[in-house]
């Protein structure tokens, strides 16, 4: 796996940047250099991947033509960090390509006219904080997809690190709540029916809200429930 710099000026709060044309997986990539005790923060990025994972383990189906990467920073002990990472990427994804229209899928996922076109899996391991993403942007494969050549694909890592930059700086001095009415602009409209699926359940109701540490909030026969990412899945019904 030879690595080479990517040929982008990327803000300087991403350290190193390791880029690979294949590899298994950028957050595995990511997890390997940790425990070689690599000095955070840096970013591995890959133009494929040959096992890219999403949450719980799932596969991540990672052709060429697609954006792989897994920033790595210090720690931040505040799950509500990759629900800013999901606002980033979707108000950059807006402002590049209009003529869709994304949404977010809490957690993290994001949906390009209600199909899922890219996937976030934020991960503490060994004291780092690992961000994994990765983006639909290839021309032919089983998904939804954001056909993208390399100018624009590189447009859109530069402005979203840009923007990450700024908002990292905004949830260590604030926290979730300073964007907590911009994530739910963002996703799917308060009264949505959805289900809920836990290790050992299905609950149906209604999407309410989102509290101001970043759990999602189901209505249902008039009680409110609060599930914290990590543990539960959502079907938008
Ligand atoms: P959740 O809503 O809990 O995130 P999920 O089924 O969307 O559940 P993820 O872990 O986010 O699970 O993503 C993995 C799943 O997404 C896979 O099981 C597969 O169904 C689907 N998938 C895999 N690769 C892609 C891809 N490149 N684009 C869209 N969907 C994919």
């Known amino acids: 796996m030879a690595t080479k710099s990517i040929e982008i000026n990327l803000p300087d709060f991403i350290g190193k940047v390791f880029s690979y044309s294949e590899i298994d997986s950028t957050q595995v990539e990511a997890k390997r250099k940790i425990a070689q005790k690599c000095p955070v923060p840096f970013l591995i990025i890959a133009k494929s991947q040959t096992g890219g994972l999403g949450r719980f383990r799932r596969k991540w189906y990672s052709p060429t033509g697609g954006i792989y990467f897994t920033l790595t920073t210090k720690p931040v002990n505040n799950p509500a960090i990759s629900l800013v990472v999901g606002i980033a990427l979707v108000e950059i994804l807006k402002t590049i390509i209009p003529e869709r229209k994304f949404i977010l899928k809490w957690p993290n996922d994001i949906l390009a006219d209600n199909e899922k076109i890219a996937g976030i899996l934020a991960e503490n391991f060994n004291n780092a904080l690992l961000i994994g993403i990765g983006i639909n942007t290839f021309e032919n ?4 997809s954001i056909p993208c050549d390399e100018n624009s694909r590189n447009e859109i890592l530069l402005k979203f690190f840009k923007k990450l930059d700024f908002y990292f700086d905004k949830f260590d001095q604030k926290g979730f709540p300073y964007f907590l009415n911009k994530y739910i602009e963002l996703t799917i409209p308060i009264g949505a ?22 759990r999602l909030i189901l209505e249902c026969d008039n009680k ?13 019904g």
Not at 193 to 214: H, L, V, Y
Not at 224 to 236: A, D, Q, T, W, Y
């Open 141 to 144: 494969g089983k998904f939804n």
């Open 193 to 214: 029916e959805i289900e809920i699926f836990a290790p050992n359940e299905k609950i149906t109701g209604f999407f309410s809200g989102i509290t101001d540490d970043g």
């Open 224 to 236: 409110k429930i609060k599930f914290s990412n990590g543990e539960v899945s959502l079907r938008i």
